[in-house]
């Protein structure tokens, strides 16, 4: 298996513009997290879906952030308008039976 | 407010010693606690984990300690090898299956 596969690796935007972050989770694994890694906050948990469902949803920050899974192999993070305080890094996970494993992450730049 | 701290935001250790990086844990429901390891550029990949019942598990060079009473945990490498230097993550849910907290992370280096 390849790994949770995330792209892209980085992106840099201009503030107000849209910003797109996709991942491939593992093949039957049922969960799919998304966190965001900045130096003051560690790792976030920013949202998580279990069989394409989205559970909890309260680490997203504000209603620019929103993050689908239209199908149980891939899901988007999306961010309008984005701002330079979103500048970090992006990492997804899968996981099945509590085993996480990350994608490789997108650094953001919001410049 | 976080649930899970790692109070040392770097640790350097000269080769072959121990390196010790600790973690403390704020919620008494967590019950599984792992610890994670991140290159640069790389995602966060397990390292051991360790469940509320036990106070100690050993896994080659690595070792978790538990301290429930305490709320805290740690995780010994000895002996510690410069491919070790890496930023460590602390990580804490509620069963084998939840949702991992993470800390801040700790940045160890060492030295050759």
């Known amino acids: 298996d390849a790994g949770v596969i995330q792209s892209p690796r980085h992106e840099v935007t201009e503030m107000g513009q849209e910003v797109t972050l996709r991942c491939k989770p593992i093949?039957?694994?049922?969960?799919l997290f998304w966190y965001r890694q900045t130096m003051m906050r560690g790792l976030e948990l920013l949202i998580y879906?279990?069989?394409?469902?989205?559970?909890?949803d309260s680490g997203m920050p504000e209603d620019r952030f929103s993050a689908k899974m239209p199908n149980a192999s891939f899901s988007t993070l999306k961010i309008q308008p984005s701002e330079p305080r979103d500048s970090a890094v992006y990492f997804c996970a899968s996981s099945s039976r509590g085993g996480y494993t990350f994608g490789s992450g997108t650094r953001l730049t919001v410049v | 407010d976080q649930q899970v701290k790692q109070n040392s935001p770097s640790l350097s250790v000269q080769e072959g010693r121990i390196s010790i990086l600790n973690c403390d844990y704020t919620n008494s429901m967590f019950d599984y606690f792992l610890w994670y390891k991140k290159y640069p550029a790389e995602g966060p990949t397990f390292l051991i984990s360790?469940?509320?019942?036990?106070d100690k598990n050993e896994d080659g060079r690595f070792t978790v300690f538990l301290n429930k009473s305490a709320k805290h945990l740690s995780l010994h490498i000895v002996p510690s090898q410069p491919g070790d230097s890496a930023v460590y993550f602390c990580?804490?849910?509620?069963?084998?299956?939840?949702?991992?907290?993470f800390g801040k992370g700790t940045k160890l280096s060492v030295k050759p």
């Open positions: 990580a804490a849910s509620r069963g084998s299956q939840g949702n991992l907290i």
């Open positions: 879906f279990n069989n394409n469902v989205p559970i909890d």
């Open positions: 360790i469940s509320s019942i036990k």
């Open positions: 093949s039957g694994h049922d969960y």
